[in-house]
């Protein structure tokens, strides 16, 4: 009951409020809760986590699939518009903002868009009316420029700020320098006279500190 | 300047829009209407909230087909991203489009920037002038742009007839239209728009069938119609 809640709740700043402290008071079963997929996102973004996208892949392609089915009247577009909307999910990660709605309307606006341009691929219009003349309202940014800056702060500020304070120093140096400053990986190597591959596992480890920290705050 | 938008479109016809399934001429009325009023961006947000909260909770069990979707999972994950320093695609529209017609110039909303862009060309007729937008469904879209007094032949719809008024001001026997208004009309509807004397007004016209004269001689103006339609 009280996942279900959880789960479709409206994503206002109000929302949100309640939506983290029932975070913490429920830690039964393994139902999808909210929080989760913003999550997934995060680590998909910041470092092409297959194992975090497999998990948004395996809830989200079967109800996409559905509602590819229930809008086209057929399984083969639907699967063609869940294989396209998931690829946009994988490859746009970093565009998604949480500051803006969460994760799974993010999902369904590209699901959304996807099918829109496939009808209208369909009937061979080439200069016509497309999403991206409808749908604007920041569901599916196409513009990086700015997101990205907002997303490394909301990054920061919502979810991954105290975890990462906790990163032992030398780890937390290396993430600034790469994911604040965007730093390349050979930058930091000679910025801080360590070898490049010492730079990649303090990377990964850190990585992993902070997808158990963010894991943590789940359960 | 500012106008308190009053003619919006029905909460029905902003689901199908957030839903996709709105005919592309009639979405891009709701869509510019969006854009000009604060209320339906609030409202098209959260149905589009609650459509999402539907799909993310849809019961999909019962369908075992592991194997594809690792398939489709293996090959999306061989897909490369897109990076931070990607350079950010040239706009294909303006961040502030506008179109100019009898000597003026009218800022006009996003969602018919890319459009409006690709047309230039204006028909003149009296004090009314018409530009279609390159669209490619059975509904005409079009910039319409009406001088200071001037009166629209007296005419009902065939079909469904949306304006959206972008700039200035339009009444009709039911009412006065400013900026962000839009009116629907049904085939059931005759109306007179006309501007008032000392303003004039561009809206955009969605029409799903010819409009048909009713008034004595307009009614031989056959090519008008044309003109309209």
């Given amino acids: 009951m009280l996942e279900t809640t959880v789960l479709t709740g409206h994503h206002d700043a109000l929302s949100k409020q309640k939506r983290i402290s029932q975070r913490m008071t429920i830690n039964t079963d393994n139902e999808p809760r909210t929080g989760q997929w913003e999550d997934a996102l995060t680590l998909v973004a910041l470092h092409q986590d297959k194992a975090a996208y497999a998990e948004l892949f395996r809830y989200f ?20 518009m869940v294989q396209d909307a998931m690829l946009n999910v994988w490859r746009k990660a970093r565009l998604f903002d949480a500051s803006r709605g969460c994760a799974s309307t993010w999902i369904f606006t590209i699901a959304r868009n996807v099918r829109f341009d496939m009808l209208r691929k369909k009937q061979s219009r080439k200069d016509d009316i ?32 105290p975890h990462f304070d906790a990163l032992p120093p030398a780890q937390r140096m290396v993430m600034q320098k790469v994911y604040l400053e965007e730093k390349s990986h050979q930058e930091v190597s000679d910025e801080l006279a360590i070898p490049l591959g010492t730079v990649k596992s303090r990377i990964r480890l850190a990585l992993d500190r902070l997808r158990e920290a963010l894991d943590d705050t789940r359960s | 300047m500012t106008h308190a938008v009053k003619f919006h479109p029905g909460l029905m016809l902003l689901e199908q829009y957030v839903e996709g399934s709105l005919s592309a001429d009639v979405a891009l009325a709701v869509s510019a209407h969006i854009d000009l009023c604060p209320h339906c961006q609030q409202l098209s947000k959260d149905i589009t909230n609650d459509q999402a909260a539907v799909l993310a909770e849809q019961d999909v069990s019962g369908r075992d087909a592991e194997q594809e979707w690792q398939q489709m999972l293996n090959f999306i994950t061989s897909q ?75 005419h009902t719809h065939l079909g469904l007839e949306m304006t959206l008024v972008l700039a200035g001001k339009i009444v009709d026997e039911n009412g006065e239209y400013g900026v962000g208004d839009l009116l629907i009309n049904s085939p059931d509807d005759t109306h007179t728009p006309r501007t008032l004397a000392d303003e004039d007004c561009l809206c955009l016209s969605v029409l799903s069938a010819p409009l048909k004269f009713n008034k004595g001689l307009t009614r031989l103006l056959n090519p008008l119609q044309q003109f309209f339609y």
């Fill in chain 1, 61 to 80: 392609a079967p109800r996409l699939r559905a509602f590819g089915i229930k809008m086209f009247g057929n399984e083969q577009q639907a699967m063609e």
């Fill in chain 2, 80 to 154: 490369p991203t897109i990076s931070s320093s990607a350079s950010t695609h040239t706009d294909t529209a303006p961040q502030v489009a506008s179109v100019s017609v009898n000597g003026r110039t009218f800022e006009i909303p996003r969602a018919l920037a890319r459009l409006a862009e690709k047309q230039n060309k204006w028909l003149h007729l009296g004090g009314i002038a018409t530009a279609k937008l390159p669209t490619a469904d059975k509904q005409h879209v079009s910039l319409l742009y009406i001088d200071k007094g001037t009166e629209v032949p007296n």
């Fill in chain 1, 130 to 161: 497309s999403a991206d003349d409808l749908w604007f309202d920041g569901d599916y940014p196409e513009q990086e420029s700015n997101s990205s800056d907002s997303w490394d702060t909301m990054l920061m500020s919502e979810k991954l700020a």
